[in-house]
């Protein structure tokens, strides 16, 4: 990277607000992340792989998961947004169950329980977005039934 290109701009990009802003959570720096450079691990919802994961200084998290034999759980204190990429399945909120397939957006807030599991012979492709708030260090937000 150039010295340039480390240099913070002296005047606000087309469209941005010279204004002030209060921004509560930033992004440690401008990253390329590429799937298959990441390790898969197991974890309770299937196969995992972390484009952000816990380890880093980041405001959320970001998973990629095959999901094929998920365990129900629930967060204290993180909101999950899961998109599903591929497959079809049903998601299970609270006791409902919810067919979802590619394109589906499924929220779920603190305090709900949550499981997936595909409907067919193949796994269910979901990318999560998570949002931790206020953790501890070391504290854990995951309990299971």
């Given amino acids: 990277m150039s010295a340039q290109a480390d ?6 990009g087309p ?7 209060r921004i509560s ?3 440690s720096r401008a990253t390329v992340r590429r799937l298959v450079d990441q ?14 994961g816990p380890a880093e200084d980041e405001p959320l998290l970001f998973h990629y998961m095959r ?12 909101i999950e947004y899961y998109y599903v990429v591929g497959g079809s399945g049903e998601m299970e909120l609270d006791g ?12 779920v807030p603190t305090g709900v329980w949550h499981t ?13 977005c998570a949002l931790p708030q206020a ?10 039934e």
């Fill in 39 to 52: 390790d898969e691990f197991r974890s309770v919802c299937g196969m995992r792989r972390d484009l952000v």
């Fill in 7 to 12: 240099q913070q701009p002296s005047e606000p």
């Fill in 25 to 27: 959570a930033r992004a």
């Fill in 15 to 21: 469209g941005v607000s010279p204004n002030p802003v």
């Fill in 135 to 144: 953790l501890d260090p070391g504290e854990v937000d995951s309990h299971y």
């Fill in 96 to 107: 409902e169950i919810v067919p979802v397939g590619a394109g589906d957006m499924i929220v």
């Fill in 67 to 78: 999901i094929h034999d998920s365990r129900k759980h629930y967060h204290r204190k993180t």
């Fill in 116 to 128: 997936s599991r595909p409907t067919t012979d193949e796994e269910l492709h979901i990318l999560i």
